[in-house]
């Protein structure tokens, strides 16, 4: 049973390293590059990125949550309306429908739009467990990952989160 968990979680990480190779945007690729080679500026450049992603949420959070209460409240209105308030039965239904699926778009812009620094090292954290679990180092990309640890410790003691 646990080799065949091993050679499942193998397989697994194999599949993630190809996706990093071949398919890592270009925020988490000037993300590692500036942590790694340019660690005399990484605190100013992480300073400035947090700042920068958590103003753009504060800018966009707030009429998002206003969007969605309000489709909310459209929604237990639709659904506690009897049969004479709200038409017909298939209208009902079809207008609840519609205000889920809004309301599902608007939860997805949401989680969107909260994005933040800490999303970008979780990401490296699982970057940096597939590279190293599979030990394959071709990409430029991937050859900065073993440099990682010793970066962010460095950020840790410096007093970055």
Not at 122 to 128: C, D, H, K, S, T
């Amino acid at each position: 049973y646990n080799e065949e968990k091993e050679i499942e979680k193998l397989q697994i990480r194999k599949q993630q390293l190809q996706l990093i190779e071949s398919n890592t945007s270009s925020l988490m690729t000037l993300f590692l590059t500036t942590l790694v080679r340019n660690q005399k500026h990484g605190n100013y450049f992480l300073s400035w990125l947090a700042y920068y992603l958590d103003e753009l949420s504060r800018k966009l959070l707030p009429d998002l949550h206003r969007g969605y209460r309000e489709l909310r409240l459209q929604l237990q209105i639709t659904e506690g309306m009897n049969d004479e308030e709200g038409g017909n039965i298939p209208q009902k239904e079809e207008k609840v429908c519609k205000l889920k699926i809004s309301l599902q778009e608007v939860n997805k812009e949401l989680i969107h739009a909260s994005f933040g620094l800490e999303h970008c090292f979780r990401e490296l954290g699982q970057m940096y467990e597939a590279i190293m679990y599979v030990a394959e180092r071709t990409n430029e990309l991937v050859q900065q990952i073993p440099h990682l640890p010793r970066v962010v410790a460095e950020l840790f003691i410096s007093g970055f989160p």
